[in-house]
């Protein structure tokens, strides 16, 4: 399948999308390429577009203010959606750094072609409600997962949302992401291997 057409299927899957509805949208929905380290959108910027990751992988990540270390607050990978949605939805600055990870390429859209789509069609107004709950979802779940889960459990529900990002990008940014320090990163892998 060529990247558009994953792009269908995935909104068809999300917000039942049909091939009529997708079209209304074909020429809105561009391509670019980043390489490993390139922004998708920087703090203190507004962000303009909802990206589609066709390869690659992404963080949104803020340096802490004390000791300057980088600290990953969201993670994103192939054929799932990248943007900081606060700041795109309401067009203000963002709070933190979204970045490429690897190499990387994304279909996306932007806040204006979107809006339009939604005076369209009520099947694309009902993929952006459906955007919003996903990311009020996926914004609880990651702060609740820091008060009632344990780092295992955080790294196996990384495992099963992202399985291939253990193959791209380095350990240290998964720690990050987990809220541990590498040497307890080993000890979960390890244990976990083992069972």
């Not at 391509?31 to 390139?38: A, M, N, P, S």
């Not at 099947?123 to 914004?139: D, H, I, S, V």
């Not at 720690?175 to 244990?191: A, D, E, F, N, V």
Request: net charge positive.
């Amino acid at each position: 399948m060529t990247e558009i057409e994953i792009l269908a299927y995935a909104l068809n899957q999300f917000a039942d999308l049909t091939a009529d509805e997708f079209n209304l949208s074909i020429s809105c929905w561009h391509t670019k390429i980043y390489k490993k380290g390139d922004y998708f959108n920087q703090q203190k910027t507004i962000c303009r577009y909802l990206g589609f990751i066709t390869e690659g992988a992404f963080r949104s990540y803020v340096i802490d203010k004390k000791s300057y270390e980088e600290k990953n607050i969201f993670l994103y990978s192939k054929n799932q959606f990248v943007v900081p949605f606060k700041s795109f939805i309401n067009q203000t600055p963002c709070d933190y750094q979204t970045q490429a990870l690897t190499n990387a390429s994304i279909l996306y859209i932007n806040i204006d072609d979107l809006l339009s789509l939604y005076k369209q069609s009520h099947k694309w107004e009902r993929f952006g409600r459906l955007m919003a709950q996903e990311a009020f979802n996926l914004t609880i779940e990651r702060m609740e997962s820091f008060v009632f889960k344990t780092p295992e459990e955080r790294y196996l529900d990384l495992l099963k949302n992202h399985p291939d990002i253990f193959n791209n990008i380095p350990l240290y940014h998964i720690s990050s992401y987990l809220g541990i320090q590498g040497p307890s990163l080993s000890r979960i892998r390890k244990r976990i291997s083992g069972k």
